[in-house]
């Protein structure tokens, strides 16, 4: 780990340093990427239970920075179900976002690299592919067919030069099978704008993305995701931008299109309200790591975790009046300079003497609910 | 083709128990087109907002973006540019009749703290040059006492004096935000008008803000004006809520009143688009279809009625008036009349 002096500055020497390392780290990690004709044998597996659509198992993914190693997600497991949707919070930070790139496998290189862990995804018929030893080929054809992406701002992420409906026939053209007409091709993206509920869909088509607005936007984000019907759809803060009025259209519109097209659904956002509206699991993220997961239902009867009970606390809630909001104390650790013990100790309000010890490991509470904290320990196992 | 603007209001007197007073104020920004740039339109962005504020309270100002809920902020401030029509009594001195001199000598009164912290600070000064800067420009404190009064305000928000030498991208977006916060109130303001000071923060900052800005409103006597898309925000810090759709106050009351008695559709809709931190809570949802129509085209009658459940004929050929329907609360619409 980089040696520091007080203000948090390095030296040039120590950067320097730092940088020779981690091109020697990337440069590694990128040449095992970059090889040809990788076997399909190498990244096939399976999936440890056939009913889930992904699994992330002691994924890690690391950013090689010049002020040290960014352990953005540092050893989360969780599942995915199929058919499910999957709440992922956490603050800004805590490596939501970065886990839903390493699916998508869309991370910065070659500073950002999955470092070891694996994500199972399903592919039907027993056949899964290992998402972070599938070569770049291949993952193109998963791109799209089985896992897509809507993305945080409407407003950024459509290209502001081309047509909407170009933009979407762009997408059912590369993928899905060959051999498409252009005709079939601008029925199917029409098909996808009038399910996607815009009433005008022959209109939207022809229009560009700076006559629309923001929640139009979002709805043609999501036909886009959804043009391949893939099997997992990751919503990453799709409503953040959105006000409240547009964010009830978008959530109603997804949690029916999951239904009608049965696809799973990884849903990531800081807003409670909207998770316990959609999510059927909650995964609750910290500083790269998961601190608690369960069913919605457990999560937000039963918080267990003092950050979940913290974060749960210092939302004000329409209806419950509070003369002051708990705020969870002190920040978030620095990245790159980790403690070794329980990251959240510094701004816990229930400690025990065990938490000074290393970091705990997951304990079970029901069969669907884990909680990474030493507070269950005792009443568990007397590990 | 440019319409005649109608300057017709009642102009009220000052209450000592106010300490603003806004009076049908309408803010029009013109749409020039055409060859020679004449003015084609306007976009009425406030058009026609009466309210009053109580001193040492909180009013809460919630709408869609798009609704002219900052225009509002910034137009009774007089920030942007001249009124088009209305009064603004901050104080009972009439806001926009001031000169110059006595405007300068009034902004220490009235200050707002912006929504984006990452963007309102300059990046060239270093923090206590942003604080101190107006200090000094209107001779708050004597010259030997300033860096005394510095450290003294960083403090009340929450920062160290040693971030005084510190450039604002040093800190994290919280932290930005108390600098904003210290800022307006380093000049002893009476009156703030904070413009989604917590949007743009996570949820646990977002306590944290809100519980300083608390604070501080009990320990300086401050009224605020809040503006936030937020709804829970404004339901826990603000004593009454005004309800904007397309540059009108739609309903404007005391929290509770509001909240659990909301009489505007519009109100109605927006309450139960809030999500709610409750898996098992059952959902009664009101879905507006839609969305906001161009405040520079705004629909003839009743501007909701486009997107509104309960329309009649009445709502689509006249334009409502504000009503008092119960005592301090509020309504602009047809449903009410008597």
Same mark, same amino acid.
Not at chain 1, 199 to 221: F, I
Not at chain 1, 253 to 258: H, I
């Given at each position: 780990?980089?040696?520091?002096?007080?203000?948090?500055?390095?030296?040039?020497?120590?950067?320097?340093?730092?940088?020779?390392?981690?091109?020697?780290?990337?440069?590694?990690?990128?040449?095992?990427?970059?090889?040809?004709?990788?076997?399909?044998?190498?990244?096939?597996?399976?999936?440890?239970?056939?009913?889930?659509?992904?699994?992330?198992?002691?994924?890690?993914?690391?950013?090689?920075?010049?002020?040290?190693?960014?352990?953005?997600?540092?050893?989360?497991?969780?599942?995915?179900?199929?058919?499910?949707?999957?709440?992922?919070?956490?603050?800004?930070?805590?490596?939501?976002?970065?886990?839903?790139?390493?699916?998508?496998?869309?991370?910065?290189?070659?500073?950002?690299?999955?470092?070891?862990?694996?994500?199972?995804?399903?592919?039907?018929?027993?056949?899964?592919?290992?998402?972070?030893?599938?070569?770049?080929?291949?993952?193109?054809?998963?791109?799209?067919?089985?896992?897509?992406?809507?993305?945080?701002?409407?407003?950024?992420?459509?290209?502001?030069?081309?047509?909407?409906?170009?933009?979407?026939?762009?997408?059912?053209?590369?993928?899905?099978?060959?051999?498409?007409?252009?005709?079939?091709?601008?029925?199917?993206?029409?098909?996808?704008?009038?399910?996607?509920?815009?009433?005008?869909?022959?209109?939207?088509?022809?229009?560009?993305?700076?006559?629309?607005?923001?929640?139009?936007?979002?709805?043609?984000?999501?036909?886009?995701?959804?043009?391949?019907?893939?099997?997992?759809?990751?919503?990453?803060?799709?409503?953040?931008?959105?006000?409240?009025?547009?964010?009830?259209?978008?959530?109603?519109?997804?949690?029916?299109?999951?239904?009608?097209?049965?696809?799973?659904?990884?849903?990531?956002?800081?807003?409670?309200?909207?998770?316990?509206?959609?999510?059927?699991?909650?995964?609750?993220?910290?500083?790269?790591?998961?601190?608690?997961?369960?069913?919605?239902?457990?999560?937000?009867?039963?918080?267990?975790?003092?950050?979940?009970?913290?974060?749960?606390?210092?939302?004000?809630?329409?209806?419950?009046?509070?003369?002051?909001?708990?705020?969870?104390?002190?920040?978030?650790?620095?990245?790159?300079?980790?403690?070794?013990?329980?990251?959240?100790?510094?701004?816990?309000?229930?400690?025990?003497?065990?938490?000074?010890?290393?970091?705990?490991?997951?304990?079970?509470?029901?069969?669907?609910?884990?909680?990474?904290?030493?507070?269950?320990?005792?009443?568990?196992?007397?590990? | 083709?440019?319409?005649?603007?109608?300057?017709?209001?009642?102009?009220?007197?000052?209450?000592?128990?106010?300490?603003?007073?806004?009076?049908?104020?309408?803010?029009?920004?013109?749409?020039?087109?055409?060859?020679?740039?004449?003015?084609?339109?306007?976009?009425?962005?406030?058009?026609?907002?009466?309210?009053?504020?109580?001193?040492?309270?909180?009013?809460?100002?919630?709408?869609?973006?798009?609704?002219?809920?900052?225009?509002?902020?910034?137009?009774?401030?007089?920030?942007?540019?001249?009124?088009?029509?209305?009064?603004?009594?901050?104080?009972?001195?009439?806001?926009?009749?001031?000169?110059?001199?006595?405007? +300068? %000598? =009034?902004?220490?009164?009235?200050?707002? *703290?912006?929504? /984006?912290?990452?963007? !309102?600070?300059?990046?060239?000064?270093?923090?206590?040059?942003?604080?101190?800067?107006?200090?000094?420009?209107?001779?708050?404190?004597?010259?030997?006492?300033?860096?005394?009064?510095?450290?003294?305000?960083?403090?009340?928000?929450?920062?160290?004096?040693?971030?005084?030498?510190?450039?604002?991208?040093?800190?994290?977006?919280?932290?930005?935000?108390?600098?904003?916060?210290? +800022? %307006? =109130?380093?000049?002893?303001?009476?009156? *703030?008008?904070? /413009?989604?000071?917590? !949007?743009?923060?996570?949820?646990?900052?977002?306590?944290?803000?809100?519980?300083?800005?608390?604070?501080?409103?009990?320990?300086?006597?401050?009224?605020?004006?809040?503006?936030?898309?937020?709804?829970?925000?404004?339901?826990?810090?603000?004593?009454?809520?005004?309800?904007?759709?397309?540059?009108?106050?739609?309903?404007?009351?005391?929290?509770?009143?509001?909240?659990?008695?909301?009489?505007?559709?519009?109100?109605?809709?927006?309450?139960?688009?809030?999500?709610?931190?409750?898996?098992?809570?059952?959902?009664?949802?009101?879905?507006?279809?839609?969305?906001?129509?161009?405040?520079?085209?705004?629909?003839?009658?009743?501007?909701?009625?486009?997107?509104?459940?309960?329309?009649?004929?009445?709502?689509?050929?006249?334009?409502?008036?504000?009503?008092?329907?119960?005592?301090?609360?509020?309504?602009?619409?047809?449903?009410?009349?008597?």
């Amino acid at each position: 780990m980089a040696k520091k002096n007080n203000d948090g500055y390095l030296s040039a020497a120590e950067t320097r340093r730092i940088s020779r390392q981690n091109r020697k780290t990337t440069n590694e990690l990128e040449k095992k990427r970059k090889r040809k004709n990788v076997p399909e044998s190498e990244y096939l597996t399976t999936m440890k239970d056939p009913g889930n659509a992904v699994e992330f198992e002691d994924l890690h993914t690391y950013f090689f920075t010049d002020v040290g190693t960014v352990h953005s997600v540092d050893g989360i497991s969780f599942d995915v179900p199929l058919g499910k949707t999957v709440g992922v919070v956490g603050e800004s930070g805590c490596g939501k976002s970065v886990t839903s790139l390493s699916l998508m496998q869309l991370l910065q290189r070659p500073q950002g690299q999955i470092v070891s862990g694996s994500i199972r995804l399903n592919l039907g018929n027993g056949k899964a592919y290992d998402i972070t030893k599938t070569p770049e080929k291949v993952m193109q054809k998963l791109r799209g067919n089985f896992i897509s992406m809507i993305f945080q701002e409407p407003m950024t992420a459509l290209n502001p030069v081309f047509r909407i409906g170009e933009q979407i026939n762009e997408v059912i053209a590369l993928h899905d099978d060959e051999g498409k007409s252009d005709e079939s091709i601008k029925e199917r993206t029409i098909e996808l704008l009038e399910m996607v509920g815009i009433a005008n869909s022959e209109g939207v088509y022809k229009m560009y993305p700076h006559e629309l607005s923001g929640g139009m936007r979002q709805r043609v984000m999501i036909a886009m995701a959804l043009a391949c019907s893939p099997k997992i759809i990751i919503a990453d803060e799709p409503t953040t931008a959105l006000d409240v009025t547009i964010q009830a259209q978008i959530l109603d519109l997804l949690r029916n299109l999951k239904d009608k097209i049965n696809s799973s659904i990884m849903f990531i956002t800081h807003d409670l309200g909207v998770i316990a509206e959609m999510a059927d699991y909650v995964v609750v993220m910290y500083a790269g790591r998961v601190v608690e997961k369960g069913t919605a239902l457990e999560i937000f009867a039963h918080p267990s975790h003092p950050y979940t009970i913290g974060l749960m606390a210092s939302k004000p809630v329409v209806g419950k009046k509070a003369e002051k909001l708990y705020s969870i104390p002190g920040k978030v650790p620095n990245p790159v300079n980790m403690p070794d013990y329980c990251y959240f100790k510094d701004r816990c309000e229930m400690c025990v003497s065990r938490c000074s010890g290393e970091y705990p490991g997951m304990i079970k509470l029901s069969d669907t609910h884990y909680v990474s904290c030493y507070r269950y320990y005792d009443e568990k196992e007397g590990k | 083709m440019s319409e005649v603007i109608k300057d017709d209001f009642t102009p009220v007197s000052y209450d000592p128990q106010y300490v603003l007073q806004v009076n049908s104020l309408k803010k029009y920004f013109p749409i020039k087109g055409g060859f020679f740039g004449k003015t084609v339109g306007h976009v009425k962005a406030v058009d026609g907002v009466t309210f009053n504020l109580k001193r040492g309270t909180t009013m809460g100002l919630v709408g869609e973006s798009g609704c002219g809920k900052t225009t509002t902020g910034r137009t009774i401030l007089r920030l942007a540019g001249e009124k088009t029509s209305g009064q603004v009594l901050f104080n009972g001195k009439d806001v926009y009749d001031l000169s110059a001199k006595e405007m +300068r %000598a =009034l902004r220490p009164k009235m200050q707002i *703290i912006f929504q /984006d912290p990452f963007s !309102s600070l300059s990046p060239r000064l270093h923090v206590g040059e942003i604080i101190g800067e107006a200090v000094r420009e209107h001779n708050i404190v004597p010259a030997n006492e300033y860096n005394d009064y510095i450290d003294e305000v960083m403090d009340n928000c929450g920062l160290q004096s040693f971030h005084k030498n510190r450039y604002p991208h040093e800190f994290s977006g919280g932290q930005r935000q108390r600098i904003c916060i210290a +800022r %307006a =109130l380093a000049l002893n303001p009476e009156f *703030i008008v904070c /413009d989604e000071p917590v !949007s743009a923060l996570d949820v646990s900052i977002q306590a944290q803000i809100i519980n300083l800005l608390n604070e501080l409103k009990e320990k300086h006597s401050l009224t605020y004006l809040f503006i936030s898309h937020d709804l829970s925000v404004v339901e826990h810090i603000s004593d009454t809520v005004g309800v904007m759709y397309l540059g009108n106050l739609v309903e404007y009351g005391a929290t509770e009143d509001i909240f659990n008695n909301p009489l505007h559709p519009y109100t109605e809709a927006l309450f139960s688009a809030i999500p709610v931190p409750d898996p098992t809570a059952k959902m009664n949802r009101i879905v507006l279809e839609g969305s906001i129509p161009s405040p520079a085209n705004p629909p003839k009658g009743c501007k909701f009625h486009t997107r509104c459940a309960r329309c009649t004929e009445r709502c689509k050929q006249e334009a409502p008036v504000q009503r008092e329907v119960e005592p301090g609360h509020y309504v602009v619409c047809h449903l009410y009349d008597k």
